[in-house]
């Protein structure tokens, strides 16, 4: 199994300045990885395919980079809106699909 | 647009059995790009996935699940289903339903149901 790790486990960030989020693969995934926001109380929601690829309405500062076992998922100005947990998730090696534990972005 | 529907099972006691469904609309269920997937969330927890059918009946499974674990689909219907048997207090979660886009490389969720939490308790 592929094992997901992000850092950190929170973020606090003023508006209108840059988030930086971290995973790390513990073993190659070439570019298959995705990235998701989760609200509270709300269901995931596709940001990021291939490591790069932004969904389809996603703004643009949503950004994310990387391949092999080390991936960024940057926010370029954070707005209010963008309070939520991101997780990333693998699917080079399957079964099973893996999730990183996740990153709290706060707003300060 | 695709959208996804759980049922809510609610509240199980220890052993019994877990069963879920899940409505696709706006969407075939029968689509060659899709795979319907089960996750869940433990309370103020990660995700995890528990496995993914397809319209043909293939499904994979999370090794770690696999052995209490069985999907199914209706086309006719457009649902597609979870049973987990045995539940413990550690299969308390929040249960979502999902599209997991798939061709040669690709495996991420872009569809989530709203999500069912399911406890279990005696």
């Known amino acids: 199994e592929v094992v997901m790790t992000q850092s950190p486990a929170t973020l606090s960030v003023s508006p209108g300045e840059r988030a930086t989020l971290s995973c790390r693969a513990s073993q190659s995934v070439t ?29 643009a500062r949503f950004s994310g980079s990387g391949s092999g076992t080390e991936f960024t998922l940057t926010i370029s100005s954070l707005q209010s809106e963008d309070s939520a947990v991101y997780y990333c998730q693998q699917y080079n090696n399957w079964p099973p699909l893996t999730f990183g534990g996740g990153t709290k972005v706060e707003i300060k | ?25 706006g969407g075939s269920i029968s689509s060659t790009t899709s795979y319907w997937a089960w996750i869940r969330q433990s309370p103020g927890q990660g995700l995890e996935w528990i496995g993914g059918i397809y319209y043909t009946g293939i499904t994979y499974y999370n090794p770690s699940l696999e052995s209490r674990v069985t999907l199914s689909t209706d086309t006719s219907k457009s649902q597609f289903s979870l049973t987990l048997r045995s539940v413990t207090a550690a299969d308390t979660a929040v249960y979502y339903c999902a599209r997991q886009y798939t061709s040669s490389w690709t495996n991420w969720f872009d569809a989530w149901g709203q999500g069912t939490l399911v406890a279990v308790s005696s």
């Open chain 1, 31 to 59: 570019t298959n990885l995705a990235w998701y926001q989760q609200k509270p109380g709300q269901a995931p929601r596709l940001l990021i395919y291939g490591a790069s690829t932004r969904a389809t309405g996603i703004p």
């Open chain 2, 1 to 25: 647009q695709l959208q996804l529907q759980e049922s809510a099972p609610g509240l199980l006691k220890p052993s019994e059995t877990l069963s879920l469904s899940c409505t696709v609309s």
